[in-house]
């Protein structure tokens, strides 16, 4: 058309060709945004799915831990009320000597949680469900763990070992001298530690707990928002 001296023709056709390409790459790159948003709105839906069922096996462990925790506190109680009133001994203590110690710290399920972080938090589109799952990393749980251990370890069981013919837990402990044992400070403040270990820790499982409580509830609205 150009040689026809028809060059105002021949640039509309040209112009109209660019056009319909660059028309034709927007929508291609538009449909390829589009495949993408979708894969990554799936994957958090996946990502969530797993967090949530996640959490549903925490809530058995945790109730399992407040039961364990809970029994400790109560053989406590009976020793120190026998002491406090300087009551006989009964091989019926026996079996609180030992459960007085026993603590349960659960190990949590978090592979969901795991996955996303691997991915990054900022897949989670909702802010708000976004920081309340930050309760993941505060990490006060391994501490509250560690420090129970420390403390039967290091300290607690070099003073048991001097009262009792053995140490160990979820089975009997009988004491070498009762009348000796009784009037331990040692033991009676072991005692009386470990107790308030146990009371921390099922104070703060039972904040952990509604912390997931609400963490699922929010995950639960936003399935079904997806």
């Known amino acids: ?37 979708r894969k990554t709105k ?8 797993d967090i949530l069922i996640a959490i549903d096996e925490n809530f058995a462990r945790l109730d399992r831990s407040f039961t364990c925790n809970k029994m400790a506190i109560e053989s406590a109680d009976i020793i120190l009320n026998v002491i406090k009133k300087n009551l006989p001994y009964n091989d019926s203590l026996d079996v609180h000597f030992s459960k007085s110690l026993q603590w349960c710290s659960p190990s949590f399920h978090n592979s969901g949680y795991e996955s996303l ?12 469900l976004r920081e309340n799952l930050g309760i993941y990393d505060a990490g006060w749980m391994e501490t509250l763990a560690q420090r129970q251990e420390d403390f039967f370890y290091y300290t607690a069981s070099p003073i048991l070992v001097e009262y009792f013919e053995k140490v160990a837990m979820r089975t009997e402990m009988k004491p070498f001298d009762y009348k000796e044992l009784k009037n331990s400070k040692k033991y009676i403040s072991v005692l009386k530690t470990s107790k308030a270990y146990r009371e921390d820790q099922v104070k703060w499982h039972e904040e952990w707990k509604e912390s997931l409580e609400n963490i699922y509830k929010m995950i639960q609205r936003e399935l079904k928002n997806q």
Do not use: C
């Not at 021949?10 to 390829?32: F, K």
């Open 1 to 37: 058309m150009a040689d026809d001296n028809k060059p105002l023709k021949y640039m509309r056709y040209a112009i109209g060709e660019i056009v319909l390409v660059v028309i034709g790459i927007l929508i291609a790159l538009q449909i390829n945004n589009w495949n993408e948003a």
């Open 117 to 128: 972080k691997i991915y990054g938090r900022n897949l989670i589109t909702n802010d708000t």
């Open 42 to 49: 799936q994957f958090e839906h996946d990502i969530l799915s």
